[in-house]
């Protein structure tokens, strides 16, 4: 779940996928989407660190439209779902952001490529993100948000 989106080449990730599965095997993949939490966490770390030339960014794989062209001329029987699910930290929204700086590699990478300013503007912005949507009675204690992926299940030709 939520791997191969990161690999910096698509159409690599779907040759291997055909290379390795046999005719009607099944690919089964998740991917987050622009509008969830994590698609909307890229989109500000891209605004603080941009995002690398030439690597198309992981959340095109959330993209209906985007993942049938690309799997298209191996895969078949493509069939997609967009599943909402909770985020649920037992912290405050600027707690998640430090977990998240901690433990999430894109974001610890975010982080680590900027000086102290650019991290605490984008520690800032992160935290917003966080708050804006969280939902839970006790924000102070509590963070509780939806996110949503795009499930992906297809047949190799």
């Not at 300013?117 to 006790?138: I, K």
Request: charged letters at 20%; a negative charge.
């Amino acid at each position: 779940m939520f791997g191969a989106m990161f690999a910096p080449q698509p159409e690599r990730v779907v040759a291997e996928c055909a290379r390795v599965l046999k005719p009607g095997g099944l690919l089964a993949m998740a991917n987050w989407t622009p509008g969830g939490l994590a698609g909307r966490m890229f989109q500000v770390t891209a605004r603080h660190v941009g995002s690398p030339l030439g690597i198309a960014p992981p959340v095109h794989w959330g993209h209906p439209m985007v993942v049938r062209t690309r799997l298209a001329p191996s895969f078949e029987n493509v069939e997609l779902e967009l599943i909402t699910i909770q985020a649920d930290f037992p912290g405050s929204p600027a707690e998640a952001v430090s977990f998240f700086r901690t433990w999430f590699g894109p974001t610890q990478a975010a982080f680590n490529s900027l000086d102290e300013p650019g991290q605490a503007r984008l520690a800032v912005d992160l935290e917003s993100l966080w708050a804006e949507g969280n939902t839970a009675p006790d924000p102070a204690s509590r963070t509780l948000i939806e996110n949503e992926y795009l499930q992906v299940v297809a047949r190799r030709k």
